[in-house]
């Protein structure tokens, strides 16, 4: 059975190096396999490293919750609106700078 020692919000890049090092040790189920497929696709920032830096950046220096700066993270916003859209859950109103500056944060790590 398995046990849940930690719980942390993952960029696709971290779930792709888990599954591959995981693959390298035992067979992946079906479901695993499904998803290592879809991350190896749809990541933009290959980097496990970087995408990690990313989010650390943005919870720093936008002082945005971690879960938000993962899905930044994840789809790689290129304009303002889709930022927006990511960061309405926050009750918060940010400034067409701030959502600039997001995407330039982001895209910086854009490998």
């Known amino acids: 059975m398995v046990r849940i020692v930690s719980e942390r919000n993952l960029t696709l890049a971290e779930v792709r190096e888990i599954l591959e090092r995981e693959g390298a040790k035992r067979e992946l189920s079906t479901l695993e396999r499904y998803t290592l497929d ?20 943005l919870m720093r220096e936008m002082s945005l919750p971690e879960e938000v700066a993962v899905q930044l993270v994840t789809i790689v916003p290129s304009d303002p609106g889709e930022v927006r859209l990511i960061l309405s859950p926050l009750n918060r109103v ?3 700078e701030e959502l600039r500056k997001i995407i330039e944060i982001v895209q910086r790590y854009v490998s």
């Open 94 to 96: 940010f400034t067409e």
């Open 38 to 57: 879809f991350v190896r696709k749809f990541a933009k920032i290959s980097d496990p490293q970087a995408a990690r830096s990313a989010v650390e950046e």
